[in-house]
């Protein structure tokens, strides 16, 4: 195996050009306890099954919790949660006291005002490199009121900005005028 060395900041800048959105993944312990942390590592994998990623560092405390459950769920934030997204950030200043949520049918933490939640069965985790690569398996779904995304470019929160939010898609249910939920 080749190995090729970068500065790691300056690997770490390259790959700050490329932005992304932020995500609060959450689950809950068999003990009953919440946990979460924020991530803009989370991405897309296949449609078809339905199937989602995100990755943790191998040296985060909550590496070994999310190893365990069986369940997650992805938050997908809105421009409006940065607070949020810093609170989670470190798993360790995490409060969700301070945070409005409901429960998942999942059991996990699905925050008030995020884009969309995803919920998902833990369906596979892989190496990869200094983190640990958690491919989830969507179960159900819900796509939430239109509003401008919370982004992360070189270091730094951001939004995206156009002329008009488009409406999600219909869905195959409506339970509320604010919100559309699509069960797979």
Known sequence: MTTTTF???????ALGCYATGVAIITARTEAETD????VNSFSSLSLDPPLILFSVAKTANILATFQKTA???VN???????ALSNM????STADFTRASYRRGSNGSALFDGALAHLECFNFQQVDGGDHIIFVGRVES?????PRNPLLFYRGAYGTYERNEVPPPPTATRLVSTT????RI
Do not use: C, W, Y
């Open 71 to 73: 369940h997650f769920a």
């Open 35 to 38: 946990v979460g942390v924020t």
């Open 179 to 182: 919100e559309q939920v699509i």
């Open 76 to 82: 997908i934030l809105s421009e409006d949660q940065r």
């Open 88 to 91: 989670f950030a470190k798993p």
């Open 7 to 13: 500065d790691p900041r300056e690997f770490r800048n």
């Open 141 to 145: 779904m819900a796509v939430l009121a």
